[in-house]
C-alpha cells in the first residue's frame, strides 16, 4: 500500500479519501486555496498546502504547485478527486514525470476519453453503440451549420473537452443555433480551456443510465453494476441511484458488457464510469468519465465495497480485489445532491455562513460533506453541500429512508435545493420508477415552493421564539446569580390576569399576530390572527381572537431542552432554529423562514425604477450593450458568472439603456445595480 496520498481538490471529495485513506495507514496531504485555509478537509488532513489565491486558476487548476506541495510533503501519490485537475492528461503526466503515482487512469486513456469526438469514433470501432452526430475537426460556423442540418434538430451542443454540463446547449431549431454556438465556445473555454464542439442527436425523453467500470494494470476489467441519474437540471445530476429501477437483467448485462469493451478499448486503468443514454431496449454510448464519480456512493451502498481503497489499491500496482463473477448487488440505494442554490430563482447558486447544520442520522443513512456549522459557502466554487445517501433492502425502504432523512435535514444561513429533493423523491412518478432526463421539465411546479407556510408553522414558530426568549432570561439570570427572583420566570405576569404575550410574524408579504397566555396548569393559549395585506397592526386592545383561532400547547421535555411540543393534541418535534427575532421551522419537508415583525417601521426603500441587479456573487463575463442601446424585453444585456455556471441578465421590458455600471473582468456583489434602463 502507498504511504502516503496528496489529495489535489477540496471540499467533500477530499474529506472522502481522506476518511479512506487514513482507513488504510496512510498520511494524508490536503491542499486549499485562500477561500478555504479553514475548510473541513484542511482540517481533516494530517498536514495541509497554500496552494494560492481564491480562483480556481490560481490554486486548484496550478499544477506547478501542486507538484511543489506533493514534492514539499513528500508525498508518495495524488489523488485528482473529480473536478478542476481530475481528467487533465497533462496533470497525469506531470505526476508520472515527478515520479508520483496519479490515482486515476493513464494519460493515454484521459487523451482518449477527453475528447469527445476521437471518444465516439473509438466507441463505434469497439462495438458500443453511439448516436448520429458531427465529431469533425472543422469548427467554422459554416461547417457547423451545415452539419447541423444533416444531424437534425432538436441537437446537442457538447464542448469536446468537457463535462458536468458545462457548454452544453439544446438547440430546436435552426434559428438559435449560431447564438448557441457562442454561449457555448465562451463557456467551454473558460472552464476546459479548449472551446472545440462536437453536435449530436438529442434525445427528448431518454434515460441517463451509466455503469461503474474498474480495470487494474494486469488486464482485468470489471464492471460495478449501473447507476440511473436521469433526474437533472442542467444536464447536472440531481438525483442518482443503484440499481435503475425496471432495468431488465438481460440489458443489464448487455450494458455492462459494452462499458468492459469501452475500457479495455482504450487501455484503462482504476475508476471510470460508462455513460449512456437509454431509451426502451436501446443505448447508445453518451461519454466516459475517467475519474471517480460524485455518485459512487450508491454504487459502494449496493456492493459493500469501498470504491477509494480499490482506486488506492489498484494505483499501488495490486490486481482488482474480486472478479466478475464475485460481484454481485445486494439492495437499493438512492442519493440526492444538496446545493446551496435556489430552485425558484432557476438554480442561482447562493452563498453565506452556514449558522446552523444539522445532517440526518440513522440506520441505512450516509452522509459525505465537506462542511461544518460555522463554515463559509464562497460563490468561487461548486454549490455542492452534501450527498444524502440512503441505502435498503429495496427501493421503496431506500426512498423511505431517505425521505426521512430529509425531513430531518436542517440547513440555516444559505438558501438550498433540500425542499425540492423532498418533493422530488415524494413525486408518484419518480416513486413508480423509470423517469427520464425532462422529469423535470415536465412538472416545474416541483421547483416552486408553496407560497405561504400554513397555520401550524406559524404558530411553531411563535413557541419557538417565545421558548427561546424566555431561556435566553434564564440564562442571563443564572449568569449574575439571581435564577430565584421573579424577574426570571419571565411568564408576562400581570395582576389578577394571566400573563399575556404578543408577538407579530412576518413572511414575505403576510404577517400574523400571535398572542399567547400562560394557563394554570403550564400550558400556553395561542390566539392567531393574520393581519390583512396594507394593514398596520392593531393595538392589542382592538383585536380580537375568535373561538376559531384558539389554540392551546405545551411543552413536553425538560425547560431547558424544548425540543417537543404538544399542540392541539399532537405531540411532534420542534424542528427549528432560532437566531436573534428570526425562526427557521422545518415542517413536511420544507423550511420557513419567519421572523419578530417591529410594532412600527418605516417605509421600505425600493430599488430605483428601472434598474437590475447582480442575482448574485460573481464575475462579469460579457456586457453586450452600451448606455445609449435600444434594448427589447427578454434581450441579454449582460452575462455575470458563478460557481462555474453563466447567467445571463435580461431586460425586463422594451426600453434604453441609460446607465452600465460594470464592465468585463469586474466583480460584482450580490444585489449591486449592475445597469439601468429606462
Not at 501519490?77 to 503515482?101: I, K, M, T
Not at 454504487?299 to 494505483?315: K, P, Y
Not at 445609449?628 to 445571463?648: C, I, N, T, W
Not at 425586463?652 to 446607465?659: A, L, N
Request: glycine fraction near 8%.
Amino acid at each position: 500500500m502507498l504511504e502516503s496520498v496528496l489529495i489535489a481538490n477540496r471540499g467533500e471529495i477530499a474529506c472522502r479519501v481522506i476518511a479512506t485513506a487514513r482507513r488504510l495507514g496512510m498520511r494524508t496531504i490536503a491542499v486549499y486555496s485562500d477561500a478555504d485555509r479553514d475548510a473541513l478537509h484542511v482540517r481533516l488532513a494530517d498536514e495541509a498546502v497554500r496552494i494560492g489565491g481564491v480562483a480556481p486558476s490560481d490554486s486548484y487548476l496550478r499544477i506547478d504547485r501542486l507538484l511543489d506541495a506533493a514534492r514539499r510533503t513528500a508525498a508518495a501519490a495524488v489523488h485528482p478527486g473529480y473536478g478542476f485537475l481530475a481528467e487533465n492528461a497533462g496533470f497525469a503526466r506531470a505526476c508520472d514525470d515527478a515520479g508520483l503515482v496519479f490515482v486515476g487512469p493513464p494519460a493515454v486513456a484521459i487523451d482518449a476519453m477527453g475528447d469527445k469526438a476521437r471518444a465516439k469514433a473509438l466507441m463505434a470501432d469497439a462495438g458500443v453503440p453511439i448516436l448520429p452526430g458531427y465529431h469533425a475537426a472543422e469548427q467554422a460556423d459554416d461547417a457547423l451549420v451545415s452539419a447541423a442540418a444533416e444531424v437534425g434538430f432538436p441537437l446537442l451542443i457538447k464542448p469536446s473537452a468537457g463535462g458536468g454540463g458545462k457548454g452544453m446547449r439544446v438547440v430546436r431549431e435552426a434559428g438559435e443555433l449560431v447564438d448557441a454556438l457562442v454561449t457555448a465556445r465562451r463557456e467551454a473555454r473558460a472552464a476546459f480551456g479548449d472551446d472545440t464542439l462536437l453536435l449530436e442527436r438529442y434525445l427528448d425523453g431518454p434515460r441517463h443510465v451509466e455503469v461503474q467500470v474498474f480495470a487494474d494494470a494486469h488486464g482485468g476489467v470489471v464492471h460495478l453494476f449501473e447507476r440511473d441519474c436521469s433526474v437533472q437540471r442542467r444536464h447536472q445530476k440531481v438525483v442518482e441511484e443503484a440499481p435503475a429501477p425496471g432495468l431488465d437483467p438481460s440489458l443489464r448485462a448487455r450494458m455492462g458488457e459494452a462499458a468492459v469493451a469501452a475500457a479495455r478499448a482504450i487501455g484503462y486503468r482504476g475508476a471510470g464510469t460508462v455513460e449512456f443514454l437509454l431509451e426502451g431496449d436501446e443505448f447508445w454510448f453518451m461519454e466516459m468519465n475517467t475519474r471517480l464519480q460524485v455518485e459512487h456512493p450508491v454504487t459502494e451502498l449496493v456492493t459493500g465495497l469501498d470504491l477509494v481503497e480499490w482506486q488506492l489499491r489498484v494505483a499501488a500496482g495490486e490486481a482488482l480485489p474480486r472478479g466478475q463473477s464475485a460481484l454481485s448487488l445486494a439492495g437499493h440505494a438512492i442519493e440526492v445532491r444538496l446545493c446551496a442554490e435556489d430552485p425558484a430563482r432557476e438554480f442561482l447558486p447562493a452563498t453565506g455562513r452556514l449558522a446552523h447544520l444539522k445532517f440526518p442520522t440513522g440506520a441505512g443513512v450516509r452522509v459525505d460533506t465537506g462542511f461544518e456549522a460555522g463554515d463559509t459557502v464562497s460563490s468561487h466554487y461548486d454549490s455542492l453541500l452534501a450527498k444524502l445517501i440512503a441505502h435498503g433492502a429495496d427501493r421503496e425502504q431506500a426512498l423511505a429512508r431517505l425521505q426521512r432523512a430529509l425531513a430531518s435535514l436542517q440547513v440555516v444561513g444559505v438558501t438550498t435545493n433540500a425542499a425540492l429533493l423532498s418533493r422530488v423523491i415524494a413525486h408518484e412518478q419518480f416513486r413508480a420508477g423509470g423517469v427520464d432526463t425532462r422529469f423535470l421539465d415536465r412538472y416545474p411546479e416541483l421547483l416552486v415552493p408553496p407560497a405561504d407556510p400554513p397555520n401550524t408553522v406559524v404558530l411553531l414558530s411563535a413557541l419557538a421564539l417565545y421558548a427561546a426568549a424566555r431561556e435566553e432570561a434564564r440564562t442571563q439570570a443564572r449568569a449574575i446569580g439571581d435564577a430565584l427572583s421573579p424577574w426570571a420566570v419571565c411568564d408576562a405576569w400581570r395582576l389578577n390576569k394571566p400573563g399575556r404575550e404578543r408577538l407579530e410574524l412576518e413572511h414575505d408579504a403576510r404577517h400574523w399576530t400571535v398572542t399567547l397566555e400562560q394557563a394554570d396548569d403550564g400550558g400556553v393559549h395561542i390566539g392567531l390572527d393574520e393581519v390583512p395585506a396594507g394593514h398596520a397592526a392593531q393595538p392589542v386592545a382592538e383585536r380580537t381572537t375568535g373561538a376559531g383561532t384558539r389554540h392551546y400547547a405545551r411543552f413536553d421535555d425538560d425547560p431547558q431542552v424544548r425540543t417537543t411540543v404538544t399542540l392541539d393534541g399532537h405531540r411532534r418535534s420542534l424542528a427549528c432554529h432560532v437566531t436573534g427575532d428570526s425562526v427557521t421551522v422545518w415542517h413536511e419537508g420544507e423550511a420557513w423562514s419567519l421572523a419578530r415583525r417591529p410594532m412600527s417601521r418605516e417605509p421600505e426603500d425600493v430599488d430605483a425604477q428601472g434598474s437590475l441587479s447582480s442575482p448574485l456573487p460573481g464575475q462579469v463575463i460579457a456586457v453586450h450593450v452600451a448606455e445609449g442601446d435600444s434594448v427589447s424585453r427578454g434581450q441579454v444585456l449582460m452575462v455575470v458568472e458563478a460557481m462555474k455556471m453563466e447567467h445571463g441578465i435580461r431586460a425586463p421590458d422594451d426600453g434604453t439603456v441609460v446607465r452600465v455600471h460594470y464592465r468585463t473582468g469586474d466583480s460584482v456583489a450580490e444585489g449591486e445595480p449592475l445597469l439601468v434602463i429606462e
